[in-house]
């Protein structure tokens, strides 16, 4: 059976809570999954980093946090680069990786 992939806006501008009232679904292509998780789990490790150094009040400027904007910077242009992203909003947004099997209709039925 072959899969589909996605990532779903769960949070900021391109979410149901940002700017329209629906969440934006990107499809991804099968070679570019490992980067995709990738930034997924960076951004999120970003975010989490920035919230702890805020509440304990740590310098935000640490080597570790730095790494981790640039990789964050650097995986937002590659999905721009591939076409995945199109906008400023798209990297304001936080993602979710989704793996679905595709879905085979049966013969005469319409799509």
């Known amino acids: ?19 329209g009232n629906t969440a934006s679904i990107i499809a991804i292509n099968e070679e570019d999954v490992v980067r995709v998780k990738r930034m997924i789990e ?22 570790y946090t730095i790494a981790l904007y640039n990789e964050c910077n650097e995986a937002y242009q590659f999905m721009r680069d591939r076409g995945y992203f199109d906008s400023k909003y798209d990297s304001r947004t936080s993602w979710a990786f989704m793996e679905l099997p595709e879905y085979v209709y049966p013969e005469g039925e319409e799509v």
């Open 42 to 63: 960076a951004d999120a490790d970003l975010r989490n980093e920035t919230l702890f150094c805020m509440r304990s009040g740590i310098k935000l400027k640490s080597d």
């Open 1 to 19: 059976m072959t899969k589909t992939f996605r990532i779903i806006a769960t949070g900021g501008d391109m979410s149901a809570c940002g700017l």
